[in-house]
Every structure is written in structure tokens, then in C-alpha cells.
Nanobody, 124 residues
Framework: VQLQASGGGSVHPGGSLKLSCAAS????????VGWFRQAPGKVREFVAA????????YYAGSVKGRFTISRDDSKNTAYLLMNSLKPEDTAVYYC??????????????????WGPGTLVTVSS
């Protein structure tokens, strides 16, 4: 499956953005979908994941309560709504699909298809 993340941009602290992850090549309704991010000079880190069917979600502690992951399988698209953004949220955000179906998928090796990423910059 080919993935394309979009929706990144520049916002002030406290602002919001909604990222989209569009899949093509095959439907991904049997796959979990995750979001990761990589800040300059740092390793890629897990952000959030949603199980197949959207039945469960899991978040990194640093974003829980501020970010919401969702999916619309009729559109073959997953989303990451980011509220109350902080400067430390600045990173390139990547979406990925996993052949596993659950949501507790917090490491990159559990995912097999990745999109090219979209840049989110939070600054005043």
C-alpha cells in the first residue's frame, strides 16, 4: 500500500492541525494505522495508533489528551487531529500501516508500509 501524509504546516503554540494519511494500492481496513514523528536530531517516536475498524486507540503519553487518531475506511484515510500544540511537537510526522490489527503497536518495526511524512512546525 502507498501512503501519503498531508496537512502539515506552521502554527502558533496552542493551535491545531489535522493530518491526513491517504492510502492507495489496496484497502487497509484490515490493518492498524499508526503515526510517528521525528524531530531534528532525534529518533523517530511513536505518537498514536488505531486498530482495524477503529475499535481501539493508543497514544504516547506526551500527546494523550491533546491528539486524536481516527480512520475512515470508506475513504481509505486515517487522521491525526492535533490540538493544544506545543513547540516540542515540531517534527516530521509519518503515517504507517501494520499487518497487525490491534492498537498497542508502539515500535516502528511493527509497521511495514510508510508514507513520506509531513512537516509540522509549532513556534511563536
Amino acid at each position: 500500500v502507498q501512503l501519503q501524509a498531508s496537512g502539515g504546516g506552521s502554527v502558533h503554540p496552542g493551535g491545531s492541525l489535522k493530518l491526513s494519511c491517504a492510502a492507495s494500492g489496496r484497502i487497509f481496513d484490515n490493518n492498524a494505522v499508526g503515526w510517528f514523528r521525528q524531530a531534528p536530531g532525534k529518533v523517530r517516536e511513536f505518537v498514536a495508533a488505531v486498530s482495524w475498524g477503529g475499535y481501539s486507540t493508543y497514544y504516547a503519553g506526551s500527546v494523550k489528551g491533546r491528539f486524536t487518531i481516527s480512520r475512515d475506511d470508506s475513504k481509505n484515510t486515517a487522521y491525526l487531529l492535533m490540538n493544544s500544540l506545543k513547540p516540542e511537537d515540531t517534527a516530521v510526522y509519518y503515517c504507517a500501516t501494520s499487518d497487525y490489527s490491534g492498537s498497542y503497536l508502539t515500535t516502528a518495526d511493527l509497521y511495514n508500509d510508510w508514507g513520506p511524512g509531513t512537516l509540522v512546525t509549532v513556534s511563536s
